[in-house]
């Protein structure tokens, strides 16, 4: 196979860079509910393409480059676009005013900035002993997906004329007649503590196996009903649950890991 079994994760590495491309065309047409689903598809290809790079033993410093820069664009610039193409454009959401938009605006490049300095950081630190275990710093795929999902589900929940020009197949409300118009202009706001739980020190577990059956089997039960909501595009109150739920075991496990080794220097000292 020589170096050819190196084409296939970069090549999934490059759909899901389409996949954010396309998030930020459909955000731009005023597709929102799209432009969401579209944002969680980078989800699915960034886990394939780790796998396939591990199964054929083709990773690459290349291939690490380009996964860098498919984070960026999927998990920042995407949801970054599609959060500022709502908000901006549809006044009933309470952003599209001048003052707000310029609000709007830093919150959006602040998630970019964050996740360009989440992702360089990982890139010098994720060879730290005991890092195989956690990440520093909430992944960007983590804040990428719960910015998505919790998008969708608010388009899902609240008020029709948002989403009547990109209109859903998704009849099953599991919140029943519920509306969230009243919770849309808030939605912003969670740019910011989104932005600085990437570039803080928190440490969030990796979601793999433990060793213990019953628990890694309900988690990759729990990761291929996700899978199949996004791919289908329903539910994303599973998704949003779901990422609470990881939000609350990563917060006591930061809290019971103090004795993992810390943050390392980004640069170098000047001492002697």
Request: aromatic residues 12%; positive net charge.
């Amino acid at each position: 196979m020589g170096r050819f079994r190196y084409y296939l994760p970069n090549a999934v590495t490059g759909v899901g860079i389409t996949f954010a491309a396309v998030a930020v065309q459909r955000a731009v047409e005023g597709r929102y509910r799209s432009a969401a689903w579209w944002a969680m598809y980078c989800l699915l290809t960034d886990n394939i393409d780790g796998a396939i790079a591990r199964r054929l033993r083709a990773a690459s410093p290349f291939g690490a480059q380009l996964d860098s820069f498919a984070d960026f664009f999927s998990f920042g610039v995407a949801p970054a676009t599609v959060f500022y193409a709502f908000f901006a454009n549809t006044p009933g959401a309470g952003w599209s005013d001048p003052v707000h938009r310029v609000v709007l605006s830093v919150l959006a490049l602040l998630l970019i900035l964050c996740v360009a300095i989440r992702l360089a950081r990982f890139n010098v630190t994720h060879a730290v002993s005991g890092t195989r275990r956690f990440f520093f710093g909430w992944p960007t795929t983590y804040i990428g997906g719960m910015l998505a999902s919790t998008f969708a589900l608010a388009l899902k929940y609240g008020d029709p004329a948002w989403t009547a020009a990109d209109p859903s197949s998704d009849q099953l409300r599991l919140l029943g007649d519920v509306r969230l118009d009243g919770l849309m202009p808030l939605l912003p706001w969670l740019l910011l503590p989104a932005s600085l739980s990437m570039v803080s020190k928190l440490r969030m577990p990796r979601a793999a196996p433990t060793g213990r059956r019953w628990v890694d089997g309900l988690l990759a039960v729990t990761m291929l009903v996700g899978y199949g909501c996004g791919l289908a595009r329903r539910l994303p109150e599973y998704l949003v649950a779901g990422g609470l739920v990881y939000m609350v075991i990563s917060l006591r496990y930061h809290l019971i890991t103090r004795g993992t080794p810390s943050l390392p220097p980004l640069f170098p000292s000047d001492e002697p």
